[in-house]
């Protein structure tokens, strides 16, 4: 992930300040000085950065430090607040049950908003919300046969008609179905437009007054960086946008640039995309935002996605309690890898834990994400007696495990080496002896339980 480059240079500023024996003016302005080259390789807007850094450096210097919070630990507090702040004030989407809510997408062309749109959908549904997709882009060939297909692969139903020219009567006339039918979020998909195509912005007014949404929501390519702030703009004085969603997050060395710029304009972002998968859209909130970027990680989140999983799997107590007590078979290994598939890819995952995320190279993340598909494979070539009782695995079994798999004998004995690892790990667990948060220590600690000592928003 592009962005984690930004994330690993601002920990690793934060972590020489941390190592360093005395802090004085000196040391400030040199985290400061990182801190600007990070932002400016992020391609976040000169002017910005100097704004936000010069904030940064008269806090540390002259403001008092809170009770019980030794110096080091303030200057990183006044670091997550600025930067924070410099990312906007946090807004939700508010979806209510048993009534019914429009929204209205638009946004460029290529920006991904009709991905973007299925993602949207996914992420209510798995809430508990009823959702329909109304498709009114008459404009691209085969733009009702992807949301079709899209809406399949979420479990939400589509309306539209290929063969449709009129946009506005086909939003209307779908707004109306799903609505008459009760369902409690309904999402218009408008044609991806240019801020200079006068003739599909009068088709956006007139979408927006036919359908008469309770949200616009705008589409942003993060990948333009800095100029999404003039299409926010130009959309922002055509219709009445709401709230933006910023895609492509996960692959650009812009998306600082394009996250600031937005900021700038005062439209709330309220979402962002974080990969091709239909799960990676997340609900833009920038104090975790930040956390992630420092290496705090994001608890909270990652217990989210924990929860919706595991309610899916539905994991009875007795299997708990058969874990921690160190009771593992390969099958639940297996089973766990597919948990954290559905959960997303494994880089994600790491940047949710304090410390972790930011401090483990793209390189070896990659590998390692490619060592859990190998397992998988491997295991999927075991019989069922051998995925419970793995003891079975003998010399013999382990050849024809690794010439079924297409691997070797030494991958398949790592597989093994680790499931016993695995075992002693969680039966350390359960009797409490299981990892501490490490470097970052105090703060990490505050920032699992939501927001460290003596953190908050600081306000603008």
């Known amino acids: 992930m592009v962005l984690n480059r930004l994330g690993r240079a601002l920990h690793s500023a934060l972590q020489k300040l941390t190592r360093a024996t005395h802090v004085d003016e000196r040391a400030i302005k040199e985290l400061v000085r990182e801190i600007q080259r990070a932002l400016l390789q992020a391609d976040v807007n000169v002017e910005l950065v100097l704004g936000l850094t010069r904030r940064i450096e008269k806090r540390a210097l002259e403001e008092k430090l809170s009770p019980g ?44 908003k009709t991905t973007s749109v299925a993602k949207l959908a996914a992420h209510f549904k798995k809430r508990g919300f009823k959702v329909g997709i109304v498709c009114a882009d008459t404009f691209r060939p085969g733009a009702y046969e992807q949301l079709s ?66 949200e616009v929501i705008l589409v942003l390519d993060a990948t333009i960086g800095q100029q ?62 930040v956390a992630r970027l420092l290496g705090m990680g994001d608890i909270e989140t990652l217990l989210k996605k924990i929860k919706e999983v595991t309610e899916e799997e539905k994991l009875k107590p007795a299997d708990v309690k058969a874990l921690m007590a160190g009771k593992l078979t390969l099958r639940d290994v297996y089973d766990q890898l597919e948990t954290m598939n559905k959960m997303g890819p494994l880089s994600k995952l790491m940047q949710m ?24 494979v491997i295991m999927q070539s075991m019989t069922p007696e051998e995925l ?11 050849r024809r495990v690794a010439k079924g798999s297409g691997t070797n004998e030494a991958e398949v004995r790592e597989l093994l080496k680790q499931y016993e690892f695995m075992k002693r790990f969680i039966k350390m667990f359960a009797k409490g002896r299981g990892p501490k948060f490490g470097p970052w220590g105090k703060l990490m600690k505050g920032m699992s339980k939501g927001t460290p000592p003596g953190f908050g928003r600081r306000k603008s």
Request: glycine fraction near 10%.
């Open 69 to 112: 919070v030794g110096r080091k630990e303030h200057i990183i507090k006044i670091v997550y607040e600025e930067l924070s702040v410099f990312l906007g004030e946090p807004a939700q989407l508010q979806v209510e049950p048993r009534k019914s809510t429009v929204l209205l997408m638009v946004g460029l062309q290529g920006s991904g």
């Open 353 to 376: 834990i304090p410390g972790i995320g930011v401090s483990v190279p793209e390189e070896q993340m990659r590998v390692g994400e490619e060592k859990l598909k190998r397992f998988k």
């Open 388 to 398: 419970e009782n793995p003891k079975l695995l003998n010399s013999s079994r382990i």
């Open 228 to 289: 999404v702030k003039e299409q926010a703009a130009a959309f922002k004085a055509a219709t009445n946008i709401g709230s933006i969603l910023v895609t492509k997050l996960d692959g650009t060395a812009k998306g600082g640039g394009a996250l600031s710029a937005v900021a700038a304009t005062g439209a709330p972002i309220k979402f962002v995309g974080v990969g091709e998968h239909i799960d990676d859209l997340e609900p833009f909130v920038p104090e975790r935002f």
């Open 149 to 214: 297909q899209l809406g399949q692969q979420v479990g939400v139903a589509v309306f539209g008609d290929p063969k449709a020219k009129d946009a506005i009567k086909l939003a209307k006339e779908g707004v109306k179905r799903f609505k008459d039918e009760r369902l409690e979020l309904v999402i218009v998909d408008s044609a991806g437009r240019h801020r200079k195509e006068e003739a599909l912005m009068k088709e956006m007014k007139q979408i927006a007054k036919a359908v008469q949404p309770d």
